[in-house]
């Protein structure tokens, strides 16, 4: 079982930055892939971000080239780069991951961002 906690949300203006992290209480080396979604009130969650075990990333059309996945395979977390933020960026963002067959999601962190 592994469990993920996501940090690293804040209020940020419109044009600003912020890393997110998702750390796992397990060994994530073996994932096969790692995600982030976001969800607004409402509206169906969508991906916003993902990288597979070969490392080839993906990225929802609304955030390429201003958000960049990475991971820390020794610190068993996962980070979203987010720059330049819109106020249309505002959701709760949350970590995925894919482990021998078993997929875990965090709990979720809250992004807002103002203009």
């Known amino acids: 079982q592994v469990q993920l906690v996501e940090s690293g949300g804040d209020f940020v203006q419109a044009g600003g930055s912020l890393r997110l992290s998702c750390a796992a209480s397990?060994?994530?080396?073996?994932?096969?892939?790692m995600s982030w979604y976001r969800q607004a009130p409402g509206k169906q969650r969508e991906m916003v971000a993902g990288m597979i075990s070969d490392g080839n990333r993906k990225y929802g059309d609304s955030v390429q080239g201003r958000f960049t996945i990475s991971r820390d395979n020794r610190k068993n977390t996962v980070y979203p780069q987010m720059n330049s933020l819109k106020p249309e960026d505002t959701d709760v963002y949350y970590c995925?991951?894919?482990?021998?067959?078993?997929?875990?999601w965090g709990q979720g962190t809250q992004v807002t961002v103002y203009s």
């Open positions: 397990g060994d994530i080396g073996r994932a096969t892939a």
């Open positions: 995925k991951i894919a482990l021998k067959g078993d997929i875990y």
